[in-house]
């Protein structure tokens, strides 16, 4: 089964702070895994993304690592800031099959 | 501006009724995707259609029916074969053939609820 899984569920962190969420799949043939945030009441919207040929894509706070023998990946977030508190998905997806699955959300909250 | 729009933003719908949402779009996509949201979770494909008058069904396609009889157009229909349709429904849309990333743009979702 097509399955991503997603961990924490919900996070608080201090602004300034790193935010660290995890993903892990199953399917080995997923080649593409974005991140994606989402406010409350809107549609998603791109963060960042990733292909497994590398292992780390950096965009200004937002930060990819990509474990491909553990079929782990993970977002880091640095310096958390209260704009930053949203809902965070993993997804993944597959050349042939470019329909995403999703992980269950992990819902971020920065205290100012 | 270029987009995805989705209509209407808040659905009633009694018992037993059919409902259509809309989703159109003026990227020139050539590929369309419904996703359920339910709260706490994720989003779970309904149907996806890769090319106009084709469409493949997702992981939980039952009760729902789409047509894509228009490159920009892929509405979706609730039956009332649907056990649970109260949910947000979030239209996207992306790129097919040789791009690099399969990037998807959402649109801004259909919070249905029934009566």
């Known amino acids: 089964q097509q399955q991503v899984k997603q961990s924490p569920q919900s996070l608080i962190v201090q602004k300034g702070g790193i935010s660290i969420i995890n993903c892990a799949y199953e399917n080995t043939a997923f080649d593409y895994f974005p991140w994606y945030q989402q406010f409350p009441g809107k549609g998603p919207a791109l963060l960042i993304a990733?292909?497994?040929?590398?292992s780390e894509k950096k965009e200004g706070r937002f930060t990819i690592s990509f474990n491909k023998s553990a079929k782990q990946f993970s977002l880091h977030i640095m310096d958390s800031q209260p704009g930053d508190s949203a809902t965070y998905f993993c997804?993944?997806?597959?050349?042939?099959?470019?329909?995403?699955?999703f992980g269950s959300g992990t819902r971020l909250q920065v205290q100012p | 501006d270029g987009g995805i729009t989705q209509s209407p933003k808040y659905l009633f719908r009694k018992e037993g009724q059919n409902v259509t949402l809309s989703c159109e779009q003026n990227?020139?996509?050539?590929?369309m995707y419904w996703y359920r949201q339910d709260p706490g979770q994720g989003l779970r494909l309904i149907y996806y259609?890769?090319?106009?008058?084709?469409?493949q069904k997702g992981d939980i396609a039952e009760g729902y029916s789409v047509s894509r009889e228009k490159k920009e157009s892929f509405p979706l229909t609730v039956t009332s074969a649907q056990k649970n349709p109260t949910a947000f429904y979030l239209c996207?849309?992306?790129?097919?053939?040789?791009?690099?990333?399969?990037?998807?743009?959402f649109g801004p979702g259909t919070r249905l609820t029934v009566l």
């Open positions: 990227l020139n996509h050539d590929a």
């Open positions: 990733i292909r497994p040929d590398v």
């Open positions: 997804a993944a997806s597959m050349t042939g099959r470019r329909a995403l699955t």
């Open positions: 996207a849309s992306s790129l097919t053939g040789n791009t690099p990333y399969n990037e998807q743009f």
């Open positions: 259609s890769q090319i106009v008058n084709d469409f």
